[in-house]
């Protein structure tokens, strides 16, 4: 067996193994489709809550955020010190 021969064998595998997977892939994405469209017919997707909203904190834990970004702060100075 040649060197022509063993790349004429190589390139129909590649070519042969490029077409399962391209060929995989689109069955792939039809399904993904099919089903969206059975869930849609289907009105399965009107069991989703809404969102929550989002974390407020109270005036309590304000009035500690300055505590808490002074210490930040502190620490922050205290590494810079000592690491510098």
């Given at each position: 067996?040649?060197?022509?021969?063993?790349f004429g064998q190589s390139a129909?595998?590649?070519?042969?193994?490029?077409?399962?997977?391209?060929?995989?892939?689109i069955i792939l994405i039809i399904?993904?489709?099919?089903?969206?469209?059975?869930?849609?017919?289907?009105?399965?997707?009107?069991?989703?809550?809404?969102?929550?909203?989002?974390?407020?904190?109270?005036?309590?834990?304000?009035?500690?955020?300055?505590a808490v970004t002074a210490a930040?702060?502190?620490?922050?100075?205290?590494?810079?010190?000592?690491?510098?």
């Amino acid at each position: 067996m040649t060197i022509i021969e063993m790349f004429g064998q190589s390139a129909i595998l590649s070519l042969i193994g490029m077409g399962v997977v391209f060929s995989f892939l689109i069955i792939l994405i039809i399904s993904v489709t099919l089903v969206a469209k059975l869930v849609k017919a289907m009105k399965w997707d009107g069991d989703v809550t809404a969102p929550k909203a989002a974390y407020v904190p109270s005036s309590a834990s304000s009035a500690n955020s300055g505590a808490v970004t002074a210490a930040i702060t502190a620490a922050v100075n205290e590494h810079r010190n000592t690491n510098a």
